[in-house]
């Protein structure tokens, strides 16, 4: 098992910058790619970012790239998302997910592993 806990989320401005982090502890050599989704209430989960855990490969949904970096410290079994130039938009409860399997994917339900999210409000 692997387990993930967020942290960082809050209540900014619109154009601020907050840094997420997830901290990964247990089985984590199982583990081959670690990935923000995020969620309102009412939507489907939706992927941000992910990261290959040799950090040679990262994947950006549209509406952030350009502003969010993913990033691994596998010193630290922690995962963080770097968000610049936050819009009310990306208001949402981030979710830090594992996935066993090998690849990029954007699905859910690849991944295996989930935090129990945080909450990012963005005030225009």
């Known amino acids: 098992q692997v387990q993930l806990v967020e942290s960082g989320g809050g209540l900014v401005q619109a154009g601020d910058s907050l840094r997420l982090s997830c901290a990964a502890s247990?089985?984590?050599?199982?583990?081959?790619?670690m990935a923000w989704f995020r969620q309102a209430p009412g939507k489907e989960r939706e992927l941000v970012a992910v990261?290959?855990?040799?950090?040679?490969?990262?994947y950006y949904a549209n509406s952030v790239k350009g502003r969010f970096t993913i990033s691994i410290d596998n010193a630290k079994s922690t995962v963080y998302l770097q968000m610049n130039s936050l819009l009310p938009d990306d208001t949402d409860v981030y979710y830090c997910?594992?996935?066993?399997?090998?690849?990029?994917?954007?699905?859910?339900?690849?991944?295996?592993?989930w935090g129990q999210g945080t909450q990012v409000t963005v005030s225009s």
């Open positions: 997910a594992a996935t066993r399997v090998v690849g990029i994917y954007s699905t859910s339900t690849t991944y295996d592993y």
């Open positions: 990261i290959t855990k040799t950090g040679g490969n990262t």
């Open positions: 247990g089985r984590t050599f199982s583990t081959y790619a």
